[in-house]
């Protein structure tokens, strides 16, 4: 199945959260928080303003973004699990310096 969002809407993936704790705990499934944190799978055209025009959204796939804890709706497509939200949703993008990703 193919999916497309419409106007200013963003199909993300929840990043996976360590299921350690910094002590080296290990926490468990159901007391987990969901992740705040994902990257964007695709986006839709954009909002229009009041004269019509075509406002493009900032975020773009594969930008790696936070959102509000309760933002957005889970979908299920092809059996993955997804989150669906206006980019108004979005706090903002985390960028990594090209140092970290030279490190890593």
Same mark, same amino acid.
């Given at each position: +199945?193919?999916?497309?969002? %419409?106007?200013? =809407?963003? @199909?993300? =993936?929840?990043?996976?959260?360590? !299921?350690?704790? !910094? *002590? &080296?705990?290990?926490?468990?499934?159901?007391?987990?928080?969901?992740?705040?944190?994902?990257?964007?799978?695709? !986006? &839709?055209?954009?909002? $229009?303003?009041?004269?019509?025009?075509?406002?493009? %959204?900032?975020?773009?796939? &594969?930008? $790696? #973004? @936070?959102?509000?804890?309760?933002?957005?709706?889970?979908?299920? #497509?092809? *059996?993955?699990?997804? %989150? /669906?939200?206006?980019?108004?949703?979005? +706090? &903002?993008? /985390?960028? !990594?310096?090209? @140092?970290?990703?030279?490190?890593?």
């Amino acid at each position: +199945m193919k999916f497309r969002p %419409l106007h200013d =809407r963003i @199909l993300a =993936r929840r990043v996976e959260e360590d !299921t350690k704790s !910094t *002590g &080296g705990i290990i926490i468990p499934d159901t007391a987990q928080e969901k992740p705040m944190e994902g990257v964007v799978v695709q !986006t &839709g055209p954009g909002a $229009r303003d009041d004269n019509g025009k075509l406002i493009p %959204l900032d975020v773009k796939a &594969g930008d $790696r #973004i @936070l959102f509000g804890k309760w933002s957005g709706t889970e979908v299920k #497509i092809d *059996g993955e699990e997804y %989150l /669906i939200m206006t980019e108004s949703d979005v +706090m &903002g993008v /985390i960028e !990594t310096s090209k @140092l970290a990703k030279k490190a890593a």
